[in-house]
Protein backbone atom coordinates (compact mmCIF):
# COMPACT_ATOMS: atom_id res chain seq x y z
CA UNK A 1 0.00 0.00 0.00
CA UNK A 2 1.27 3.47 -0.73
CA UNK A 3 -0.81 6.34 1.14
CA UNK A 4 -1.24 9.41 -1.32
CA UNK A 5 -0.41 13.02 -0.33
CA UNK A 6 -1.89 14.98 2.30
CA UNK A 7 -1.76 18.11 3.45
CA UNK A 8 -1.36 18.63 6.83
CA UNK A 9 -0.33 21.56 8.75
CA UNK A 10 2.77 20.40 11.28
CA UNK A 11 1.93 24.13 12.41
CA UNK A 12 -1.76 24.13 13.10
CA UNK A 13 -2.92 25.63 16.48
CA UNK A 14 -5.10 23.59 16.74
CA UNK A 15 -2.52 21.21 17.97
CA UNK A 16 -2.23 23.35 20.79
CA UNK A 17 -5.88 24.50 21.23
CA UNK A 18 -8.02 21.45 20.53
CA UNK A 19 -5.91 18.61 18.98
CA UNK A 20 -8.83 15.96 19.59
CA UNK A 21 -10.85 16.20 15.90
CA UNK A 22 -6.73 15.86 14.81
CA UNK A 23 -6.17 12.85 16.59
CA UNK A 24 -9.52 11.05 15.57
CA UNK A 25 -8.64 12.18 11.89
CA UNK A 26 -5.24 10.69 12.10
CA UNK A 27 -6.39 7.33 13.55
CA UNK A 28 -7.79 6.85 10.12
CA UNK A 29 -5.56 8.80 7.69
CA UNK A 30 -1.79 7.92 8.53
CA UNK A 31 0.50 7.09 7.61
CA UNK A 32 0.79 9.43 4.77
CA UNK A 33 3.40 11.61 3.04
CA UNK A 34 3.01 15.88 3.40
CA UNK A 35 5.47 18.61 2.77
CA UNK A 36 6.81 20.56 5.87
CA UNK A 37 8.60 23.61 5.22
CA UNK A 38 8.34 22.68 1.19
CA UNK A 39 10.13 19.71 1.80
CA UNK A 40 8.39 16.30 1.22
CA UNK A 41 8.40 14.55 4.78
CA UNK A 42 6.46 11.36 6.20
CA UNK A 43 4.23 11.13 8.91
CA UNK A 44 3.27 8.73 11.79
CA UNK A 45 1.21 9.00 14.72
CA UNK A 46 -0.11 5.26 15.48
CA UNK A 47 1.48 4.42 19.00
CA UNK A 48 3.47 1.48 17.14
CA UNK A 49 4.92 2.87 14.39
CA UNK A 50 6.57 6.11 15.93
CA UNK A 51 7.44 2.98 18.61
CA UNK A 52 9.43 1.51 16.11
CA UNK A 53 10.78 4.58 14.80
CA UNK A 54 12.23 5.84 17.90
CA UNK A 55 13.58 2.41 18.36
CA UNK A 56 15.22 2.34 15.87
CA UNK A 57 18.34 4.60 15.81
CA UNK A 58 20.37 3.02 13.07
CA UNK A 59 17.68 3.14 10.49
CA UNK A 60 16.31 6.52 11.95
CA UNK A 61 18.75 9.04 12.91
CA UNK A 62 18.75 11.59 15.00
CA UNK A 63 21.72 13.71 13.05
CA UNK A 64 20.00 16.28 10.81
CA UNK A 65 21.31 16.37 7.03
CA UNK A 66 22.97 19.96 6.34
CA UNK A 67 19.78 22.21 5.76
CA UNK A 68 17.40 19.91 7.18
CA UNK A 69 14.47 20.92 9.32
CA UNK A 70 15.64 24.58 9.74
CA UNK A 71 12.25 25.73 11.71
CA UNK A 72 13.38 23.75 14.43
CA UNK A 73 17.29 23.69 14.91
CA UNK A 74 17.36 25.30 18.19
CA UNK A 75 21.08 24.91 18.81
CA UNK A 76 22.04 26.71 15.07
CA UNK A 77 24.18 23.49 14.58
CA UNK A 78 26.02 23.46 17.78
CA UNK A 79 26.91 19.91 19.03
CA UNK A 80 23.69 18.40 20.92
CA UNK A 81 22.59 15.38 22.51
CA UNK A 82 19.39 14.82 21.23
CA UNK A 83 21.09 15.26 17.48
CA UNK A 84 23.28 12.66 18.32
CA UNK A 85 23.62 8.82 17.13
CA UNK A 86 25.78 6.18 18.71
CA UNK A 87 28.50 6.00 19.76
CA UNK A 88 28.58 9.75 19.75
CA UNK A 89 25.14 9.73 21.85
CA UNK A 90 26.51 6.72 24.35
CA UNK A 91 29.54 8.60 25.08
CA UNK A 92 27.25 12.13 26.11
CA UNK A 93 24.50 10.22 27.18
CA UNK A 94 26.71 8.11 30.00
CA UNK A 95 27.91 11.19 31.43
CA UNK A 96 24.60 12.02 32.33
CA UNK A 97 22.68 8.98 33.45
CA UNK A 98 23.58 9.15 36.76
CA UNK A 99 22.13 12.51 37.65
CA UNK A 100 18.91 11.16 36.35
CA UNK A 101 18.66 7.54 37.70
CA UNK A 102 15.57 6.54 40.34
CA UNK A 103 17.95 6.85 43.11
CA UNK A 104 19.04 10.40 42.54
CA UNK A 105 16.11 11.33 41.11
CA UNK A 106 14.78 10.59 44.95
CA UNK A 107 17.46 12.32 46.76
CA UNK A 108 16.35 15.20 45.31
CA UNK A 109 12.53 15.12 46.71
CA UNK A 110 12.86 17.18 49.64
CA UNK A 111 14.80 20.09 48.05
CA UNK A 112 11.69 20.09 45.47
CA UNK A 113 9.28 19.69 48.07
CA UNK A 114 11.03 22.76 50.12
CA UNK A 115 10.65 24.67 46.97
CA UNK A 116 7.22 24.31 46.52
CA UNK A 117 6.06 25.08 49.88
CA UNK A 118 8.51 28.15 49.36
CA UNK A 119 6.52 29.29 46.22
CA UNK A 120 3.12 28.39 47.38
CA UNK A 121 3.83 29.50 50.21
CA UNK A 122 4.84 33.24 48.88
CA UNK A 123 1.22 33.36 46.88
CA UNK A 124 -1.12 31.71 49.54
CA UNK A 125 -2.82 34.16 50.81
CA UNK A 126 -3.88 35.37 47.43
CA UNK A 127 -7.18 35.03 45.29
CA UNK A 128 -5.81 35.17 42.08
CA UNK A 129 -2.19 33.76 40.66
CA UNK A 130 -1.07 33.29 37.20
CA UNK A 131 0.41 30.16 37.37
CA UNK A 132 3.25 30.33 34.80
CA UNK A 133 4.50 33.26 36.48
CA UNK A 134 4.40 32.87 39.87
CA UNK A 135 4.60 29.41 40.48
CA UNK A 136 5.56 26.85 37.21
CA UNK A 137 8.43 29.33 35.95
CA UNK A 138 10.36 29.79 39.34
CA UNK A 139 9.68 26.28 40.20
CA UNK A 140 11.30 24.83 37.30
CA UNK A 141 14.11 26.82 37.54
CA UNK A 142 14.83 26.31 40.75
CA UNK A 143 15.37 22.68 40.49
CA UNK A 144 16.56 22.38 37.09
CA UNK A 145 19.16 25.47 37.23
CA UNK A 146 19.45 25.80 41.58
CA UNK A 147 19.01 22.30 42.73
CA UNK A 148 19.98 19.99 40.00
CA UNK A 149 23.31 22.12 38.56
CA UNK A 150 23.63 24.52 41.37
CA UNK A 151 23.58 27.88 39.47
CA UNK A 152 22.87 30.83 41.98
CA UNK A 153 19.58 32.51 41.86
CA UNK A 154 20.62 35.73 40.74
CA UNK A 155 22.67 33.86 37.69
CA UNK A 156 19.51 32.15 36.21
CA UNK A 157 19.10 35.20 34.06
CA UNK A 158 21.90 34.52 31.48
CA UNK A 159 20.46 30.72 30.58
CA UNK A 160 16.58 31.70 30.79
CA UNK A 161 17.66 35.00 28.06
CA UNK A 162 19.18 31.75 26.16
CA UNK A 163 16.00 29.40 26.21
CA UNK A 164 14.29 32.29 25.07
CA UNK A 165 16.45 33.24 22.49
CA UNK A 166 17.14 28.79 20.94
CA UNK A 167 13.23 28.52 21.22
CA UNK A 168 11.81 31.40 19.47
CA UNK A 169 9.82 30.63 16.68
CA UNK A 170 10.65 31.77 13.16
CA UNK A 171 14.43 31.46 11.57
CA UNK A 172 17.71 33.12 12.47
CA UNK A 173 18.40 34.54 8.81
CA UNK A 174 22.75 34.93 9.08
CA UNK A 175 22.74 39.24 10.67
CA UNK A 176 18.74 39.25 11.57
CA UNK A 177 18.37 40.86 14.91
CA UNK A 178 17.31 37.52 15.83
CA UNK A 179 20.46 36.01 14.96
CA UNK A 180 22.71 38.73 16.67
CA UNK A 181 20.27 38.26 19.68
CA UNK A 182 21.16 34.20 19.93
CA UNK A 183 24.41 34.74 19.18
CA UNK A 184 24.91 37.49 22.19
CA UNK A 185 22.71 34.86 24.46
CA UNK A 186 24.63 31.77 23.50
CA UNK A 187 28.40 33.79 23.86
CA UNK A 188 27.34 34.88 26.90
CA UNK A 189 26.36 31.48 28.37
CA UNK A 190 28.69 29.69 27.00
CA UNK A 191 31.64 31.95 29.01
CA UNK A 192 29.64 31.33 32.31
CA UNK A 193 29.51 27.36 31.46
CA UNK A 194 33.27 27.61 30.76
CA UNK A 195 33.51 29.29 33.88
CA UNK A 196 31.83 26.44 35.66
CA UNK A 197 33.63 23.77 34.05
CA UNK A 198 37.32 25.27 34.87
CA UNK A 199 35.90 25.52 38.65
CA UNK A 200 35.02 22.03 38.66
CA UNK A 201 38.19 21.19 37.54
CA UNK A 202 40.06 22.92 40.19
CA UNK A 203 37.82 22.12 43.06
CA UNK A 204 35.64 18.58 42.61
CA UNK A 205 32.45 18.71 43.70
CA UNK A 206 30.06 15.58 43.53
CA UNK A 207 27.32 16.65 41.41
CA UNK A 208 26.22 16.89 37.97
CA UNK A 209 29.16 18.99 36.66
CA UNK A 210 31.58 16.60 37.81
CA UNK A 211 30.37 13.65 36.49
CA UNK A 212 30.31 15.19 32.63
CA UNK A 213 33.48 16.59 33.36
CA UNK A 214 35.20 13.37 34.36
CA UNK A 215 33.14 10.45 33.47
CA UNK A 216 34.98 8.91 31.01
CA UNK A 217 34.01 6.04 28.89
CA UNK A 218 35.78 3.07 26.78
CA UNK A 219 37.18 6.39 24.61
CA UNK A 220 38.06 8.26 27.23
CA UNK A 221 36.27 11.75 29.05
CA UNK A 222 34.47 14.75 27.11
CA UNK A 223 36.03 17.13 25.45
CA UNK A 224 35.81 21.17 26.72
CA UNK A 225 33.54 21.67 23.92
CA UNK A 226 31.56 18.33 24.52
CA UNK A 227 31.08 19.41 28.01
CA UNK A 228 29.89 22.92 27.08
CA UNK A 229 27.84 21.58 25.45
CA UNK A 230 26.28 19.23 27.58
CA UNK A 231 25.59 22.11 30.29
CA UNK A 232 23.90 24.22 27.81
CA UNK A 233 21.39 21.42 27.18
CA UNK A 234 20.67 20.70 30.52
CA UNK A 235 20.59 24.38 31.43
CA UNK A 236 18.54 25.13 28.44
CA UNK A 237 15.98 22.34 27.69
CA UNK A 238 15.03 21.53 30.68
CA UNK A 239 13.12 23.43 32.55
CA UNK A 240 10.90 25.25 30.41
CA UNK A 241 9.57 21.01 29.44
CA UNK A 242 9.17 21.12 33.27
CA UNK A 243 7.31 24.75 33.35
CA UNK A 244 4.80 23.05 30.26
CA UNK A 245 3.95 20.37 31.96
CA UNK A 246 2.98 21.97 35.56
CA UNK A 247 1.01 24.85 33.47
CA UNK A 248 -0.75 21.92 31.58
CA UNK A 249 -1.74 19.40 34.69
CA UNK A 250 -3.27 22.62 36.59
CA UNK A 251 -4.65 23.80 33.02
CA UNK A 252 -6.22 19.83 32.73
CA UNK A 253 -6.83 19.10 36.17
CA UNK A 254 -8.71 22.72 37.56
CA UNK A 255 -11.01 22.78 34.47
CA UNK A 256 -12.39 19.10 35.43
CA UNK A 257 -13.92 19.64 38.73
CA UNK A 258 -14.66 15.81 38.76
CA UNK A 259 -11.09 14.78 38.05
CA UNK A 260 -10.17 17.07 41.08
CA UNK A 261 -12.73 16.46 43.27
CA UNK A 262 -11.12 12.49 43.12
CA UNK A 263 -7.71 14.06 43.39
CA UNK A 264 -8.62 16.43 46.47
CA UNK A 265 -9.97 12.62 47.94
CA UNK A 266 -7.19 10.96 47.20
CA UNK A 267 -3.67 12.92 46.90
CA UNK A 268 -1.80 9.78 46.23
CA UNK A 269 -3.38 10.07 42.60
CA UNK A 270 -1.07 12.79 41.85
CA UNK A 271 1.08 10.47 40.48
CA UNK A 272 -1.28 8.27 38.04
CA UNK A 273 -3.05 12.44 37.29
CA UNK A 274 0.83 13.66 35.89
CA UNK A 275 0.57 10.23 33.87
CA UNK A 276 -2.77 10.88 32.45
CA UNK A 277 -1.81 15.14 32.04
CA UNK A 278 1.22 14.01 30.00
CA UNK A 279 -0.90 11.40 28.00
CA UNK A 280 -3.49 13.13 27.10
CA UNK A 281 -1.65 16.99 26.40
CA UNK A 282 1.64 15.74 25.59
CA UNK A 283 4.46 18.52 26.36
CA UNK A 284 6.24 18.05 23.05
CA UNK A 285 3.99 17.20 19.90
CA UNK A 286 6.25 16.27 17.46
CA UNK A 287 9.53 15.22 17.11
CA UNK A 288 11.63 13.87 13.69
CA UNK A 289 14.65 11.16 11.97
CA UNK A 290 15.73 11.04 9.22
CA UNK A 291 15.98 7.54 7.46
CA UNK A 292 19.60 6.52 7.15
CA UNK A 293 18.87 4.15 3.38
CA UNK A 294 15.56 3.99 1.38
CA UNK A 295 13.11 1.72 3.65
CA UNK A 296 9.65 0.73 3.35
CA UNK A 297 8.25 0.96 6.13
CA UNK A 298 4.62 0.88 7.47
CA UNK A 299 3.49 0.84 3.90
CA UNK A 300 5.38 3.96 2.55
CA UNK A 301 8.49 4.16 1.19
CA UNK A 302 10.93 6.44 2.98
CA UNK A 303 13.34 8.23 1.15
CA UNK A 304 17.32 8.25 2.62
CA UNK A 305 17.64 11.59 4.59
CA UNK A 306 13.70 12.34 4.04
CA UNK A 307 12.04 14.17 7.34
CA UNK A 308 9.98 11.42 9.26
CA UNK A 309 7.91 13.62 11.66
CA UNK A 310 6.10 11.16 14.61
CA UNK A 311 2.88 13.44 16.56
CA UNK A 312 4.01 11.87 19.59
CA UNK A 313 0.91 13.20 21.80
CA UNK A 314 -1.23 11.24 18.92
CA UNK A 315 0.05 7.70 20.08
CA UNK A 316 -1.50 8.32 23.47
CA UNK A 317 -4.72 8.32 21.38
CA UNK A 318 -4.19 4.80 19.40
CA UNK A 319 -7.17 2.53 20.56
CA UNK A 320 -4.82 -0.51 20.16
CA UNK A 321 -3.20 0.52 22.77
CA UNK A 322 -5.06 2.67 25.65
CA UNK A 323 -8.96 1.66 25.99
CA UNK A 324 -11.12 4.70 25.21
CA UNK A 325 -8.07 7.07 25.02
CA UNK A 326 -10.07 10.30 24.51
CA UNK A 327 -11.14 9.88 28.25
CA UNK A 328 -9.23 11.36 31.05
CA UNK A 329 -9.63 9.76 34.07
CA UNK A 330 -6.28 10.21 36.50
CA UNK A 331 -7.43 6.52 37.67
CA UNK A 332 -6.74 4.81 34.81
CA UNK A 333 -3.75 2.33 34.68
CA UNK A 334 -1.05 3.78 33.83
CA UNK A 335 1.03 2.20 30.44
CA UNK A 336 4.28 3.41 29.08
CA UNK A 337 3.92 6.37 26.78
CA UNK A 338 6.00 7.68 24.15
CA UNK A 339 5.07 11.20 24.85
CA UNK A 340 9.02 11.87 26.51
CA UNK A 341 10.35 10.10 23.20
CA UNK A 342 11.15 6.21 23.32
CA UNK A 343 14.65 4.16 23.04
CA UNK A 344 17.98 5.98 23.37
CA UNK A 345 16.49 8.99 23.12
CA UNK A 346 14.28 8.85 26.09
CA UNK A 347 13.89 11.76 27.66
CA UNK A 348 16.70 11.86 30.42
CA UNK A 349 14.59 14.87 32.52
CA UNK A 350 11.07 13.22 32.48
CA UNK A 351 11.77 11.20 35.87
CA UNK A 352 12.50 15.22 37.33
CA UNK A 353 9.49 16.83 35.29
CA UNK A 354 7.37 14.33 36.42
CA UNK A 355 8.61 14.33 40.44
CA UNK A 356 8.14 18.47 40.56
CA UNK A 357 4.05 18.13 38.55
CA UNK A 358 3.38 15.55 41.18
CA UNK A 359 4.75 17.69 43.95
CA UNK A 360 3.20 20.78 43.29
CA UNK A 361 -0.08 19.19 42.28
CA UNK A 362 -0.14 17.28 45.21
CA UNK A 363 0.44 20.23 47.53
CA UNK A 364 -1.97 23.06 45.85
CA UNK A 365 -4.82 20.11 46.67
CA UNK A 366 -3.63 20.01 49.86
CA UNK A 367 -3.22 23.68 50.71
CA UNK A 368 -6.16 25.09 48.66
CA UNK A 369 -10.16 23.92 49.36
CA UNK A 370 -11.08 25.64 45.72
CA UNK A 371 -8.75 25.90 42.55
CA UNK A 372 -10.41 27.03 39.27
CA UNK A 373 -9.37 28.62 36.07
CA UNK A 374 -10.24 32.46 36.17
CA UNK A 375 -10.87 32.17 32.79
CA UNK A 376 -12.44 29.99 30.40
CA UNK A 377 -10.15 26.80 28.87
CA UNK A 378 -10.95 28.48 25.25
CA UNK A 379 -9.19 31.53 26.11
CA UNK A 380 -5.56 30.33 27.11
CA UNK A 381 -3.00 30.94 24.25
CA UNK A 382 0.27 28.54 24.19
CA UNK A 383 3.62 29.55 23.02
CA UNK A 384 4.63 29.78 19.71
CA UNK A 385 7.72 27.27 19.59
CA UNK A 386 6.41 24.59 17.29
CA UNK A 387 7.28 21.42 18.84
CA UNK A 388 6.77 22.76 22.63
CA UNK A 389 2.86 22.41 24.18
CA UNK A 390 3.18 25.61 26.79
CA UNK A 391 0.32 27.72 28.28
CA UNK A 392 1.37 31.46 27.97
CA UNK A 393 -0.41 32.25 31.24
CA UNK A 394 -2.82 30.23 33.47
CA UNK A 395 -4.88 32.03 35.63
CA UNK A 396 -6.09 30.74 38.81
CA UNK A 397 -8.48 31.41 41.40
CA UNK A 398 -7.74 29.81 44.82
CA UNK A 399 -9.30 29.81 48.24
CA UNK A 400 -7.00 28.84 50.72
CA UNK A 401 -8.04 25.90 53.25
CA UNK A 402 -9.23 27.24 57.05
CA UNK B 1 7.56 -20.91 25.76
CA UNK B 2 9.42 -20.05 28.79
CA UNK B 3 7.43 -19.96 32.31
CA UNK B 4 8.24 -17.07 34.30
CA UNK B 5 7.70 -16.53 38.08
CA UNK B 6 7.21 -12.69 39.41
CA UNK B 7 7.07 -12.24 42.91
CA UNK B 8 5.82 -8.76 44.04
CA UNK B 9 4.85 -7.20 47.37
CA UNK B 10 1.52 -7.67 46.47
CA UNK B 11 0.92 -10.85 45.24
CA UNK B 12 2.86 -13.43 42.90
CA UNK B 13 2.40 -13.85 38.55
CA UNK B 14 2.75 -16.75 36.45
CA UNK B 15 3.42 -15.76 33.30
CA UNK B 16 4.14 -17.67 30.12
CA UNK B 17 6.48 -16.14 27.56
CA UNK B 18 8.18 -16.67 24.31
CA UNK B 19 11.44 -17.46 24.21
CA UNK B 20 13.86 -14.59 22.48
CA UNK B 21 12.03 -12.24 23.77
CA UNK B 22 13.48 -10.13 27.30
CA UNK B 23 12.18 -10.27 30.85
CA UNK B 24 10.53 -7.23 30.81
CA UNK B 25 8.97 -7.73 27.46
CA UNK B 26 7.09 -10.43 29.25
CA UNK B 27 6.26 -8.77 32.14
CA UNK B 28 5.09 -5.41 30.23
CA UNK B 29 2.40 -8.18 28.13
CA UNK B 30 1.61 -9.37 31.19
CA UNK B 31 0.60 -5.86 32.51
CA UNK B 32 3.07 -6.31 35.53
CA UNK B 33 2.65 -2.37 37.28
CA UNK B 34 6.11 -3.16 39.49
CA UNK B 35 8.14 -3.29 36.52
CA UNK B 36 7.95 0.20 34.73
CA UNK B 37 10.53 0.21 31.91
CA UNK B 38 10.49 4.34 31.17
CA UNK B 39 12.91 3.80 28.52
CA UNK B 40 11.45 1.15 26.19
CA UNK B 41 14.13 -1.27 27.02
CA UNK B 42 16.94 0.71 25.73
CA UNK B 43 19.35 0.26 29.45
CA UNK B 44 18.55 3.68 29.65
CA UNK B 45 16.53 4.18 32.79
CA UNK B 46 16.81 1.85 35.85
CA UNK B 47 13.51 1.26 35.84
CA UNK B 48 12.94 -2.21 35.43
CA UNK B 49 14.62 -3.46 37.82
CA UNK B 50 14.37 -7.24 39.43
CA UNK B 51 16.06 -9.27 41.90
CA UNK B 52 16.69 -12.96 40.25
CA UNK B 53 16.08 -15.52 42.68
CA UNK B 54 19.34 -16.91 43.83
CA UNK B 55 19.01 -20.66 42.40
CA UNK B 56 18.88 -18.83 38.99
CA UNK B 57 21.27 -15.76 39.55
CA UNK B 58 23.73 -18.28 37.47
CA UNK B 59 22.06 -19.69 34.45
CA UNK B 60 20.96 -15.72 34.04
CA UNK B 61 24.54 -14.63 34.34
CA UNK B 62 25.67 -11.26 35.31
CA UNK B 63 24.94 -7.36 34.18
CA UNK B 64 27.73 -6.46 31.54
CA UNK B 65 29.70 -3.28 32.37
CA UNK B 66 26.64 -0.57 31.06
CA UNK B 67 24.25 -2.75 33.14
CA UNK B 68 26.81 -2.68 35.98
CA UNK B 69 26.07 1.20 35.96
CA UNK B 70 22.70 1.65 35.69
CA UNK B 71 22.01 -0.92 38.53
CA UNK B 72 23.83 1.71 40.78
CA UNK B 73 20.83 4.06 40.72
CA UNK B 74 18.02 1.82 41.28
CA UNK B 75 15.62 3.50 43.90
CA UNK B 76 15.18 -0.11 45.69
CA UNK B 77 18.73 -1.14 46.83
CA UNK B 78 21.11 -3.31 44.49
CA UNK B 79 21.76 -6.92 45.67
CA UNK B 80 24.12 -9.39 44.24
CA UNK B 81 21.67 -10.85 42.55
CA UNK B 82 19.75 -7.41 40.84
CA UNK B 83 19.37 -7.25 37.09
CA UNK B 84 17.53 -4.98 34.67
CA UNK B 85 15.03 -7.03 32.81
CA UNK B 86 15.32 -5.29 29.59
CA UNK B 87 19.06 -7.12 29.56
CA UNK B 88 17.85 -10.74 30.18
CA UNK B 89 16.82 -12.60 26.94
CA UNK B 90 14.76 -15.37 27.57
CA UNK B 91 15.50 -19.04 26.40
CA UNK B 92 15.06 -22.63 27.12
CA UNK B 93 17.16 -23.04 29.78
CA UNK B 94 15.23 -20.72 31.97
CA UNK B 95 11.85 -22.31 32.13
CA UNK B 96 10.31 -21.72 35.31
CA UNK B 97 12.89 -18.81 36.09
CA UNK B 98 11.89 -16.64 39.60
CA UNK B 99 12.30 -12.99 39.80
CA UNK B 100 11.60 -10.75 43.14
CA UNK B 101 10.26 -6.96 41.75
CA UNK B 102 11.44 -3.88 44.35
CA UNK B 103 8.37 -1.99 45.36
CA UNK B 104 8.61 0.84 43.26
CA UNK B 105 10.81 1.47 40.43
CA UNK B 106 11.06 5.09 40.51
Given at each position: ???S????????????????P?????????????????????????????????????????????????????????L????????????????????????S?????????????????????????????????????????G????????????????????????????????????????????T????????????????V????????????????D??????????????????????????????????????????????????????H?A????N??????????????????????M???????????????????????????????????????????????????????????????????????????????????????????? | ????????????????????????????????????????G?????T???????????????????????L??????????????C????????????????????
Amino acid sequence: MQSSQHWFDLYDPRLKTDPYPIYKRLLEEEPFFTKVDGARAAVFSRYHHVEAIYGDAALFSSVKPPNAVKSVDYFSGHLNIAFSDPPVHTRLRRTLNPAFMPASVARLTPAVERAVDDILSAIEGRPRVELMAEIARPLAQRVMLGELLQVPAEDHDIFLDLASALFAPGGRMPGSPEAVHFDRCWSMAATYCRRMIEAEKDTPTDGVLSNIVRRGGPDGVLTDDEVLAQLITLLTGGFSTIASLIGTAFLQIASRPDQLALLRGDPALATNAVEEVARHRAPGLFNYRFPTREVEFAGLTLERNMPVYMLQGATSFDPDVFDDPFVFDIRRQPKRLLVFGHGIHHCIGAPVARLTTRTVLREAVNRFEAMELAEPLEAIRYTEAAQELSPVAVPLSLRKKG
Amino acid sequence: MVRIRFEAAEGTYEVHAEANHTLLDAALAAGIAEIEGQCGGFLNCATCHVYVAEPWAEKVGPANEDEEELLEGTLEPRRATSRLSCQITLHEGLDGLTVRLPRRQS
